[in-house]
Every structure is written in C-alpha cells, then in structure tokens.
C-alpha cells in the first residue's frame, strides 16, 4: 500500500500514524505494533459487543504493521465543547451516560483478529505506581539540579506509595484510562470512543477523574463540581465519601504522570506541542491538593521545589 498518496492526519502521543482514505481510517504502528493494532482492536470489539460505539475492523494486515477501521469523522467532543455557545453540562450528561454503559461492561477475554485470547488486565498498585514515577524519571531531572534529585525522588516515591495505600475501591470496573474529550468522537450525533488500547479492569473514579480534569480543555470550578454530581446521582449506591477519597488521589496521580508523559514526548520523541498543557496538569493538581489533608506531606514537598512561576 503506497502511503505516500494517503491524507496523514494528525496523531496522538502513541506511536501509531492515521492515514483517510474514502471512508476508511488505516491505522499504521511500527512501534508497540501489538499494543497499538492487536489490543486495540480487541477493546475496540469489546465495546461493540456492548452496545459501546468504537472504530469496528475492516481488515487487518498485521505482517505490513497496519489496519484499516471504520472513520468516525473529524468532530470530538473536545472540538464541541469548545465552542463558547454550548451548553457544556448538557454535553456532560451524555458522556455520563456513556461512562456508566462502559463502567457496566463485566467482559474480560476477547478473541484477537490473529485467533488468540486477549484477557483485559487489572489496573494494579504496581502499574499505577509505575505510570506516576514518569513525573520522576522525565520531569525532574528536566527541572531540578542533579544534586537534589535522587533525595526528591525517594522522598515523592514513598508518598507516592502512601497515596495508592489510601485508594479504597477496588479494581473491579471496566476503566478506559484515557477517557477525555478528544478521544470522544461524534458522529450522527452519537458519541463513539476511540483511543482504546490501554483498557484495564481498576477503580471506578479513574474515567471520571479523566473526564472532569482533564488538561485539554480549562473549566470551572462550578461546572467541575456539577459534572461530578451528576455522576453521584446515577450511581446512587455509592459511597460518595471513599468515592471522592480515590477520585482526588487518581486525578493527582494521573496529572503528575501526564506531566512526566508530555516531558518524555518532547525530550525522547521530539512532540513539542504537548508541553503547553503541562501549566493547566500543574493548575489540576493544585486545585485537588489545595486544603486537602491527605495531601498535606505532598503540597509542602512540591512547593517546596517547584515554584509556581517555574510550573511549566
């Protein structure tokens, strides 16, 4: 297949490239070829076997490191909700319903287009831990003198680890782990989810913490909190203060290995553009940890060396 010809659209922070062709999406991975087209495509069947709209396969050329999937246009959620005239709650509360029809999925082992079982992982203290420490292998050494950094590392690590001892919920629920506006898709007024290769079985506030602080798009505080309420309200057997408990401590940890991910894409990958995001991640984390006792030894060690001028 000649590329060369195709329309190249533009990426995301994986390694893969979108190439249009008609009505057709070819998805091309030389790197993480399995994570990118193999898993990808089992979550993708996953959804669909749930009712969930996601990219459905049209065929696959694994050996050339490429598939061809459905397009679902151009138009994000994140494109909507940006325009200033939009309801932006009224968009919310279409999403909530989404996130509940994806929390409610109990499928855990898909058949792969190459013949093999793919079983969903769970989202482990480990794996959680080790998405956070990227804030410590990428953005630190960038913005602290060698001198300091193996003693700030140790000293984030432990409370690192402290935080995720404090999660209450267990990892029991169906978690997208990248469920933010640009990976929400609108076509024929429906919402479909793309970007869904990094699916686990984790905690229920994960998706939700994604969705309400998330780096791409500023919102208020009110609107914020209005979102999460009208997720409590149609989940109403859950108990709001452990949810809120885990929901803080996730968006916190998320943001810092969102910082650690954007550092990495631009050292190791040259991607520049995401670090522009790295301000508002910082703002995030500010907001959660602000008059927050559980966060109390982890506020007073980032400010002690990240100064709010210098949080970029």
């Known amino acids: ?13 994986s390694f893969r490239k979108f190439y249009r062709r008609k009505n057709i999406i070819i998805v091309l991975s030389k790197k993480d070829t399995r994570k990118n087209l193999l898993i990808y495509d089992a979550i993708n069947k996953i959804l669909i076997k749930n009712k969930i709209k996601a990219p459905k396969l049209i065929s696959q050329n694994y050996k050339s490191k490429y598939i061809e999937i459905e397009d679902f246009g151009n138009l994000t959620a994140y494109k909507e909700l940006k325009k200033k005239n939009k309801k932006k709650l009224f968009y919310y509360k279409k999403i909530i319903k989404l996130l509940n029809l994806l929390q409610k999925i109990k499928t855990n082992k898909i058949k792969t ?3 093999s079982n793919y079983f969903v992982p769970k989202y482990s203290k480990k794996i959680l831990l080790n998405e956070t420490k ?7 050494p960038k913005k602290i003198k060698k001198n300091n950094q193996n003693f700030l ?9 402290k935080l995720i001892n404090k999660i209450k919920f267990r990892n029991k629920t169906f978690v997208h782990r990248d469920f933010h506006l640009s990976n929400l898709m609108i076509k024929n007024k429906n919402l479909c989810i793309i970007d869904n ?5 984790g905690n229920m506030a994960y998706d939700l913490a994604s969705l309400i602080d998330d780096v791409r798009l500023k919102t208020s ?12 309200k149609t989940n109403k057997k859950i108990n709001v203060v452990n949810f809120k408990n885990d929901f803080d401590i996730l968006s916190v940890l998320r943001n810092l290995k969102i910082i650690g991910i954007f550092t990495r894409l631009s050292i190791r990958d040259n991607k520049n553009d995401y670090l522009k995001l790295i301000p508002y991640a910082w703002k995030l984390i500010e907001l959660r940890t602000e008059n927050n006792k559980k966060f109390i030894e982890l506020k007073n060690i980032l400010d ?4 709010k001028k210098e949080r970029c």
Request: zero cysteines; charged letters at 25%; hydrophobic letters at 50%.
């Open 1 to 13: 297949m000649n590329l060369s010809k195709l329309k190249l659209l533009s990426g995301d922070a």
């Open 113 to 115: 287009f190459l013949g």
């Open 134 to 140: 990227l804030f410590l292998e990428w953005y630190i």
């Open 153 to 161: 590392k140790k000293k984030l690590l432990l409370i690192f680890k």
């Open 197 to 201: 290769q990094d699916a686990v079985f």
């Open 221 to 232: 505080m009110s609107l914020k909190k209005s979102i999460f309420e009208e997720y409590i």
């Open 304 to 307: 002690k060396y990240f100064s």
